[in-house]
């Protein structure tokens, strides 16, 4: 049974920085590519950032450009986010995703259909 299991969420003030992480168990961790995405209340799913299944590429959303970075460690089957300069827009919660079939790129950001899997979230708050 596959598991995605996100931490490292809280409230925190605007410019302070977060890391999260997403722990896998299920899966052959270097197969898929990642992702972390977001849903603010009343908003639709947003692509934050991706990263290759090897961890050569990666790809930020617009709005995260510069102050996210993505990566993945292969050997710990986990994937973090590092979060710096956060806004009160960030506020979200923040899932990790799993693809097997298409890897990171801008487009899979914003068509996530093929997502094999999803973990149930971390819940960021930014406070101004």
């Known amino acids: 049974q596959v598991h995605l299991v996100e931490s490292g969420g809280g409230s925190v003030q605007a410019g302070g920085s977060l890391r999260l992480s997403c722990t896998t168990s299920g899966l052959t961790f270097e197969h898929y590519a990642m992702g972390w995405f977001r849903q603010a209340p009343g908003k639709e799913r947003e692509g934050v950032s991706c990263?290759?299944?090897?961890?050569?590429?990666?790809y930020d959303g617009d709005s995260v450009k510069g102050r996210f970075t993505i990566s993945r460690d292969n050997a710990k089957n986990t994937l973090y986010l590092q979060m710096d300069r956060l806004k009160p827009e960030d506020t979200a919660m923040y899932y990790c995703?799993?693809?097997?079939?298409?890897?990171?790129?801008?487009?899979?950001?914003?068509?996530?259909?093929?997502?094999?899997?999803w973990g149930k979230g971390t819940l960021v708050t930014i406070s101004s």
């Open positions: 995703a799993a693809d097997l079939d298409e890897d990171c790129s801008g487009s899979w950001l914003e068509d996530y259909s093929s997502i094999d899997y």
């Open positions: 990263i290759s299944w090897s961890g050569d590429s990666t």
